[in-house]
């Protein structure tokens, strides 16, 4: 008998490359900058098997809980997520989320129809760009540069009549281009969801990671039209599987609710570990310390090692927070096709044509310092070299 047909939306999906390539550079052999993992070796497992004994004293760890998320937990966030943007938010403002992918994923759902045009960042994001198409939008891509977004391309394209539901933005240290987006540029973004009555998506999960000064103010201190999310993955652990999502509480209300059929409420037991480690803000502060100075660290040894090998032959961003850098080779060389090589050499990178969207990304690529220590990146700088070398020759 013939299967049943799948729905229409899978029609026009595929699978991440960068997911794909995870798989491909998983080899002991390879040093991968492939991926955005924090190196395992900060993330505090001492600490977190800790907080797991203390909760699983306590029956309500192994239970169902809410499915707006642990109450504690939402009060820390709250309170955290207060001073960052200037305003008191109280514990029923904030939503916990499977990660801030879910949340992403949940705001697709409550926001947007089928055919709905949403604005992304060229290079965007993957996994948002997964979460658009799913939601069969229609997507707007707008450049990003050193300074995120370019609003006034965005502003010319609303002039044109462009009209999206959903901009979604990476404010800091920018998946995959590191940049920042501008204050000008977070005042401006904020100006235009006003007049034309989009929603932005801010989605933040690297701003706590700063090498020299915290970002400009939240996008979310200066419009009410913006739903902010963020992640403990980045700076506590991805298995905890914790975001959160805050703005608009008819907005939120809805998240809650398209949450309770998605997946019941999240884990109890990982938030509450994550409620712990928060709350101890001593322990906490000193952890962000330290990841804030060793990812400095290991950017600028990366950075400087890939200037002295590629010489004029590319360009490195400055970096200035999270865990990417990005690279732009100044000779005609395709970075898809060097990755092979790369691999053969022993390291690997994500191409730039993975994040594009209307943009020929062919000549760039994402490196990310964050999993190896300082040696070990400049061992990768030294097999990248080599391998752009041998991949031009051929
Ligand atoms: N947003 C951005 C920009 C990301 O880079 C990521 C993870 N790579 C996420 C959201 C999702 O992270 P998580 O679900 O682990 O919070």
New binding site residues.
């Given amino acids: 008998m013939k299967h049943a047909a799948l729905s229409a939306r899978m029609g026009g999906l595929r699978s991440s490359a960068i997911r794909d390539l995870l798989t491909l550079t998983a080899r002991p052999d390879v040093i991968s900058l492939a991926g955005?993992l924090p190196d395992p070796n900060f993330i505090p497992r001492e600490r977190i098997s800790r907080a797991a004994a203390d909760a699983l004293g306590d029956a309500s760890s192994v239970q169902y809980g809410e499915t707006s998320g642990l109450r504690h937990l939402r009060e820390v966030i709250a309170a955290r997520e207060s001073v960052k943007i200037g305003r008191t938010l109280e514990s029923s403002d904030v939503v916990v989320t499977?990660?801030?992918?879910?949340?992403?994923s949940l705001l697709a759902q409550v926001l947007l129809d089928a055919g709905d045009t949403v604005v992304v960042e060229d290079p965007a994001?993957t996994?948002?760009l997964q979460v658009f198409r799913t939601a069969q939008a229609t997507l707007a891509a707008v450049p990003v540069d050193a300074d995120g977004m370019d609003t006034e391309v965005l502003e010319a394209k609303l002039a044109g009549g462009l009209r999206p539901k959903v901009v979604h933005t990476?404010s800091n240290f920018?998946?995959p281009r590191g940049s920042v987006l501008s204050l000008e540029r977070r005042a401006h973004l904020a100006k235009l969801a006003d007049t034309y009555g989009f929603w932005i998506l801010e989605?933040d999960?690297?701003g706590e990671l700063y090498f020299d000064g915290p970002p400009p103010l939240p996008v979310a201190a200066l419009s009410d039209r913006v739903i902010r999310?963020s992640?403990?993955?980045?700076v506590l652990a991805?298995a905890l599987?914790?975001?959160w999502l805050h703005g608009d509480r008819r907005v939120c209300e809805a998240v809650e609710l398209i949450k309770q059929g998605a997946d019941l409420c999240g884990s109890s037991l990982t938030q509450q570990i994550a409620a712990d480690l928060f709350s101890d803000t001593a322990w906490f502060d000193a952890h962000l310390d330290k990841l804030r100075a060793s990812y400095g660290n290991r950017a600028k040894a990366l950075v400087s090692a890939l200037e002295a090998g590629f010489g004029d032959s590319a360009r490195f961003s400055p970096v200035r927070g999270g865990m990417f850098c990005w690279m732009e080779s100044l000779e005609p060389v395709d970075t898809a096709a060097v990755l092979d090589v790369a691999v053969e050499h022993g390291v690997a990178f994500v191409p730039g044509a993975a994040f594009g969207v209307d943009a020929d990304l062919s000549l760039a690529a994402r490196l990310c310092f964050a999993t190896y220590p300082e040696t070990v990146l400049e061992d990768a700088a030294r097999k990248l070299c080599d391998a752009f070398r041998d991949a031009s020759a051929q």
């Fill in positions: 955005g499977h990660g801030s992918q879910q949340g992403l994001y996994g948002a990476v920018h998946n989605d999960p690297y999310l992640s403990a993955s980045k991805p599987r914790v975001g």
